[in-house]
């Protein structure tokens, strides 16, 4: 067990903002901090037992059809948090919308299955998905707390409201589709000045 | 009867698959650096739009429906878009070498591509459109992700020649451009059809 194979996917090899991978779901749900949850959440649960499976099972996947071997795990997982999510969190569920069933599509966890996954042990691979999914958690919780402190003026999670309004007119283009682009694109132009990454 | 003329304007402008509703990503930042790359991709994404929206319309209604196995359209559908694309590539690669040579590259890629999900799911499960409907969406969503690609493509071979702060080179400013796109989209929004 190497404790750094769980570090480096937080901030040095972050998906979103080194690798610039997942870049629909950071796009498209980060209008609220409360989606944002949600999302890592579901994303953070196909990761980490995906690639938990796929590892365990590298000797017995053939090597010709492995994508295909990954896409059917990957999928058959999404399809039980799909499931889950509709039974206890209907509102999280219509929130997220497309995006819950799509989390299958998105390279990220199949990147990891590939490039990791189906070479490593058990341990390192849990450590690894483990780490990949607190920076891809990080990444859009980041960008959703500042589009929603800036779009709707105040942030509220699950009915509380964590801060308070600050102002009573916001600019409602930061939960619109440009304020997306904006903000990401203005984080990476700042992280890349701070030689973050 | 659906309003067909509305589905197509709402999926090329008003609901951009691109910039409102952000899916089709990766390829629209990986491939927009030249315009002759952005094109062949477009068009090879319209045409696996249209095809595998009807595809999986087909499946869903007269096989998953019937099997009251609705919950299983996130695998089915994952494999016949991949399997689709693989025999398309055969396909395209033993009649026409010469399509094979523009398109090939892209065709794998699309697999992966979550707008074909996307717009396979919204036929189905999200919209509930018949066929025909399913069928226009298809083509004009794919011909929306072209749009989009090929404005893209032309700013950021403009952007080549500008000057841009160090920090901002490549991704972020690609970013910018696009969020600029997007506010020039939203106009768009208020259109009612």
């Known amino acids: 067990m190497k404790l750094q194979e769980f570090t480096k996917g937080i901030v040095k090899k972050n998906a979103v903002f080194a690798l610039a991978?997942?870049?629909?779901?950071?796009?498209?749900?980060?209008t609220s901090v409360e989606n944002a949850?949600?999302?890592?959440?579901?994303?953070?649960?196909?990761?980490?037992s995906s690639n938990f499976i796929i590892s365990a099972l590298k000797h017995f996947i053939p090597q010709e059809v492995r994508i295909p071997c990954f896409i059917v795990i990957i999928a058959s997982l999404v399809t039980v948090i799909d499931l889950l999510m509709h039974g206890y969190s209907p509102t999280l569920y219509k929130h997220l919308g497309i995006f819950l069933p799509l989390i299958v599509v998105n390279c990220i966890i199949l990147g990891r299955a590939e490039v990791f996954a189906s070479k490593r042990s058990v341990s390192d691979t849990f450590l690894d998905a483990a780490g990949i999914s607190v920076g891809f958690a990080l990444a859009i919780i980041s960008v959703s707390a500042i589009r929603e402190l800036l779009g709707s003026g105040a942030i509220v999670i699950f009915g509380h409201k964590v801060v308070p309004a600050l102002t009573s007119s916001p600019a409602t283009a930061m939960i619109l589709p440009p304020g997306a682009f904006l903000t990401i694109g203005i984080l990476l132009?700042?992280?890349?000045?701070?030689k973050v990454m | 009867m659906e309003n067909l003329l509305g589905i197509a304007i709402g999926a090329i402008l008003i609901n951009n698959i691109v910039l409102t509703k952000f899916l089709g990503l990766c390829p629209f930042f990986g491939v927009s650096t030249k315009l002759k790359n952005a094109t062949a991709m477009g068009?090879?994404?319209?045409?696996v739009m249209t095809t595998s929206s009807i595809l999986t319309w087909l499946i869903y209604e007269y096989l998953l429906i019937p099997l009251h196995i609705?919950?299983?359209?996130?695998?089915?559908?994952?494999?016949?878009?991949?399997?689709f694309v693989q025999v398309m590539e055969m396909f395209i690669r033993a009649s026409s070498p010469k399509l094979h040579r523009a398109l090939g590259i892209y065709l794998p890629l699309i697999t992966t591509n979550c707008a074909i999900l996307g717009v396979a799911l919204m036929n189905t499960t999200v919209e509930g459109y018949s066929l025909i409907a399913a069928t226009v969406n298809g083509v004009a969503t794919g011909a929306g992700f072209l749009l989009a690609l090929l404005l893209m493509a032309g700013l950021r071979e403009s952007l080549e020649l500008a000057d841009p702060p160090q920090a901002f080179q490549g991704l972020p400013l690609a970013f910018i451009s696009a969020a600029l796109l997007a506010l020039a989209f939203q106009g768009f929004s208020g259109m009612i059809l």
């Open chain 1, 21 to 30: 991978l997942g870049l629909c779901p950071t796009l498209a749900i980060t």
């Open chain 1, 37 to 48: 949850l949600g999302m890592s959440l579901a994303v953070a649960f196909v990761l980490i």
């Open chain 1, 189 to 194: 132009a700042l992280l890349r000045r701070a």
């Open chain 2, 43 to 47: 068009f090879a994404v319209t045409f």
């Open chain 2, 70 to 83: 609705e919950y299983m359209r996130i695998v089915v559908f994952i494999l016949v878009i991949a399997s």
